[in-house]
């Protein structure tokens, strides 16, 4: 992607209040940071400082600029950005999952939705203003991002050459971000 349309993207996640650093990136299906053994292909930042690099100040971003050129997005979930998000990954069969869970307690409510390049959900809710941490496989196939954590954002692409977007009418754009249900904060946080 070409800087000036980078920056365009960044602007956009900078108007929704999210924080962003610069993630390396997917060519030839191996990570931009050309180690040949790496274990987290397109998903860690460029900076050295990594996630206490993000940043919603425009002219920071503006200033990092160089960083950003084949970069993948990574949006610091949590207090910083208000965001909090449930990864779902139906490698590990969370999809399956998720759906035991909506059908025991309630369906999830209509809320900014990314689709990973992984082809799992990213499901984006308000962060509770009672604070709540990440919790990585809360359950098998969910991880939960929150407050330290980060997930990476639509238009990045994944090790699979599949680009991360938003679900079609699930933008942040589109709609609004949900409370995250009781339920859902309940087994996350039990």
Known sequence: ???????????RYIAHGYSLFPVHSVKD?????????C???GKHSKTYNGLMNATNNIKTIKEMSNLWIDSNI?????????????DVDPRDDGDELLRVLTAQYQDLPRTVTA???????????????SGIMSRNAFRSGL??????????????IHKSG??????????PSDIPLALLPE???NLITS
């Open 143 to 156: 991880d939960f991002k929150s407050d330290d954590d980060w997930i990476i954002a639509p238009q990045s």
């Open 74 to 86: 990574g949006i610091a979930t949590g207090r910083v950005s208000g965001i909090v998000v449930l």
């Open 162 to 171: 599949q680009t991360y977007k938003w679900q079609e009418g699930f933008s």
């Open 29 to 37: 299906s191996k990570c931009t940071c050309a180690n040949k053994d």
């Open 1 to 11: 992607m070409e800087n000036i349309k980078v920056l365009e993207q960044l602007y």
């Open 115 to 129: 689709l990973s390049g992984g082809g799992g959900l990213h499901y984006y809710f308000k962060y509770p203003e």
């Open 183 to 185: 339920w859902l904060h």
């Open 39 to 41: 274990k987290s292909i």
